[in-house]
């Protein structure tokens, strides 16, 4: 259960419930559970990018307390704010990638998934076909003369 004021307990449990659902999603059941699946993935995203600028800041209000292990506390502060930084880069990326899931979402919205015949196996792997290749022709939505 989340506690929404233990941060280390939270990430623990974050992780884990990130795990599970990399195991979970491997094979969907019913394909209009995606929907609602990269929905959550979206909100997740969105809760992420505000996590990881909350965590930046706190490098750097907590910079007075920032030393390497020998001692140097300049090196400490120099280190706090290039973790900050790199913080605040990972937020931007995971804005990015909210864009592209909200982009995700809305595609999504306009399937109506239909019972169909089983495929072959090959037609059924997600990974036998490369995403990024055009879909082919028959497929492809356009405009019937």
Known sequence: MPTFS????????????VRALAH?????????DTYQVVGELLGT???LEQVLEQVAAAH???QDKAFLDNGDHEAGVDEAWA???ALRR?????????????QASQHS???????????????LDPFSRDPFEAPPVSSRRGLSL
Do not use: G, K
């Not at 979970?24 to 209009?32: G, K, L, N």
């Not at 990972?90 to 864009?99: D, G, H, I, Y």
């Open 90 to 102: 990972a937020a931007e990326l995971v804005q990015s990638a909210e864009t592209a899931v909200d």
């Open 83 to 85: 973790a900050a930084n």
């Open 6 to 17: 233990n941060p280390v307990q939270d990430a623990t449990e974050t992780r884990q419930a």
């Open 60 to 62: 750097v209000l907590h």
């Open 24 to 32: 979970a999603s491997r094979a969907f059941a019913d394909p209009a």
């Open 45 to 47: 995203l969105r809760s």
């Open 109 to 123: 919205s306009y399937i109506a998934w239909h019972p169909a015949p089983v495929a072959s196996r090959l037609e």
